[in-house]
């Protein structure tokens, strides 16, 4: 998967991110801040920032947080949204996830959001995340999973349909055992569950596209309707994802 791909997926729809509910408004975003409580003199990282909005909570409380992107675009939009709410410890910065541009050894706290889905290579982008953290810092991940076998693989077909820079929704094993390889071991692990509007998530696309959609979301075996739970009609239709969210520190 080239990261043109990503780019231009990403650059062409920046503004939607900033506003997204999921991305904006979701639980994971408070919980990411409970559980790692954390303190003014840390400098943190937020690794594939997209719409900025975990720069954007944790700022407040720490001495100063990087946020990365490939996307220029949400660069921009992230350094000008920053500047508006009066953010000025929040600093933008190009780069891929699986190579940062930071010394080792750099940060208190590093965190990723609803992204690692489009990463060319999760243990790469680890093992960067191992690199820059200090001895005993954190790292809070949050992204998309999915359950073993074929229902995970449907999921993954769903939305890489609608984004084909989705590459893979990993499962909660996989997360778990790539964590503990990486010298990063999970402490906590928890499940939110998330309701997607489907007016809203497939609307950038033409009508066929929304009814090729619509038909993998309404025409489903048991299994995976268990797992995507939709519900409604319409424009009322909805359904349901899972997000992982891991706290672990570095080895």
Known sequence: MSKTLVQEQFGKTAAHYLTSKPHALGKSLERLVELTSPQKNWRALDIATGGGHVAYTFAPHVERIWATD??????????????????TNLRTTYAKAEALPFEDESFDLVTCRIAPHHFDSIPEFLAEVHRVLKPGGIFALVDNVVPAGSVGDYVNAFERL????????????????????????????EKIYKTMEFKSWAQRYDPIMQTLLRAMLTQLTPEVKATLDPQGAGSELSFRLCEGLFIAKRT
């Open 70 to 87: 490939i996307t220029q675009e949400m660069l921009d939009m992230v350094r000008t949204e920053a500047a508006k709410r009066g953010l």
């Open 162 to 189: 609608r984004d084909p820079s989705h590459l893979r929704a990993w499962t909660l094993e996989e997360w778990r055992d790539a964590l503990k390889v990486a010298g990063l071991p999970a402490t906590h692990e």
